[in-house]
């Protein structure tokens, strides 16, 4: 399985332009999100995600700021999958870590996952 191979075939979600900036519609925060390099990879991620490991939409979330998970942490999640407990309640499962194609994926990286894993609970995390 190549998985660059299969991230470079997911398309990816409408663009707009909004403001003279190009945007895409985010169907997962349904808003128009600014086109980075790092939103393409976020957005195809998440995509993969979805389609080709099979998490449920509803069990992704993009962009999440780790004081929803403990008041007064920094930073935020690129995209963490949730799991229910419950009926009314969810779990964070996995964090996933995104960056720009360019950007080296170096210790820091990890261990900026890894807190947010450690502040989630999540029992994985990705880079």
Same mark, same amino acid.
């Given at each position: 399985? &190549?998985?660059?191979?299969?991230? $470079?075939?997911?398309?990816?979600?409408?663009?707009?332009?909004?403001?003279?900036? $190009?945007?895409?519609?985010?169907?997962?925060?349904? !808003?128009?999100?600014?086109?980075?390099?790092e939103e393409i990879v976020r957005q195809k991620v998440a995509t993969y995600?979805?389609?080709?490991? &099979?998490?449920?939409? $509803?069990?992704?979330?993009?962009?999440?700021?780790?004081?929803?998970?403990?008041?007064?942490?920094?930073?935020?999640a690129d995209i963490i999958v949730h799991a229910p407990v419950d009926e009314?309640?969810?779990?964070?499962?996995?964090?996933?870590?995104?960056? &720009?194609?360019?950007?080296?994926?170096?210790?820091?990286?990890?261990?900026?996952?890894? !807190?947010?894993? $450690?502040?989630?609970?999540?029992n994985y995390f990705f880079v």
């Open positions: 399985m &190549n998985i660059s191979k299969q991230l $470079d075939e997911i398309k990816l979600p409408p663009q707009y332009r909004r403001n003279g900036t $190009d945007c895409f519609l985010d169907p997962y925060r349904k !808003r128009l999100i600014e086109i980075t390099p995600f979805e389609k080709v490991m &099979n998490v449920p939409f $509803d069990m992704l979330a993009i962009e999440v700021p780790m004081s929803h998970y403990l008041e007064g942490t920094k930073g935020r009314k309640m969810m779990r964070a499962v996995a964090i996933i870590e995104c960056k &720009n194609t360019e950007i080296p994926l170096t210790d820091s990286v990890l261990k900026q996952a890894m !807190r947010y894993a $450690d502040v989630t609970l999540a």
